[in-house]
């Protein structure tokens, strides 16, 4: 019995044994192939940019004060910044949205709280430089100009990329065309390609005076600067 037992045992060994043998040169083959990188394949890349003028402008408005309790002082601010949310709401292509509240103590020598101190923000933003600027002159009774800053708007934004994505493929195709030539080839495909867009640097604050006086009534003068839009394309191409 146990003689059979390992006959059968041998026989059904030896089976297996060529068929593990045959798939050993398929599985080595496989491996060679995916070692064996496509010939012909150059990687590149192409960029185009612009200065877009930044048509966004945004204008923050602030109130300080001192009182001996912050219950009143909280009143007071908030009656400034509503003063100038409703004067600011007749105004057409300027919108106007609360800003930053703060109230803190103040404190004397022997860390005795002796005022408290508070300040209310209110900003402006719009497209119409020159309606911004005469609202925040007429809102210098109530409130003063703490700093303007300009930006780019998304629409602007979207505008210039569109734009530019056209010229950075251009330039990505002309790239390959003449690599192409360079290297003997007659031509190319595309074998992938990315378009990618740089963010926008915001401008850097520019900071107005705090102090109010008769000169404040006036329009300030706001000129904005350029925003640069960037778009990049990057891939490979077969050439052939």
Do not use: C
Request: aromatic share 6%; net charge neutral.
């Amino acid at each position: 019995m146990i003689r059979k037992t390992a006959l059968a045992f041998a026989f059904a060994l030896a089976s297996v044994t060529p068929l593990a043998l045959s798939l050993a040169p398929a599985t080595a083959f496989a491996q060679t192939v995916v070692q064996n990188p496509p010939s012909g394949v150059l990687s590149l890349s192409a960029q185009a940019s612009a200065d877009v003028p930044q048509d966004v402008v945004n204008i923050t408005l602030f109130y300080e004060q001192e009182a001996s309790d912050p219950g009143s002082l909280t009143g007071t601010l908030n009656q400034r910044a509503d003063s100038a949310l409703q004067k600011a709401k007749g105004v057409a292509g300027v919108t106007a949205r609360t800003g930053a509240f703060s109230i803190y103590p103040s404190t004397d020598r022997d860390g005795r709280i002796s005022a408290w101190r508070g300040r209310t923000e209110v900003q402006l933003e719009s497209h119409d430089f020159a309606a911004a600027s005469k609202l925040a002159g007429q809102l210098s009774s109530v409130m003063q100009v703490g700093n303007v800053t300009f930006s780019l708007s998304p629409e602007a934004q979207r505008a210039a990329e569109q734009k530019l994505t056209g010229q950075a493929i251009a330039s990505f195709r002309q790239q390959a065309t003449a690599s192409a030539e360079a290297f003997g080839y007659n031509s190319y495909t595309i074998r992938e390609v990315n378009v990618g867009h740089n963010g926008v640097m915001p401008r850097p604050m520019m900071m107005m005076s705090a102090r109010a006086d008769a000169k404040a009534a006036a329009p300030m003068p706001l000129e904005g600067g350029t925003s640069t839009v960037t778009v990049n394309v990057s891939g490979s191409v077969q050439m052939k």
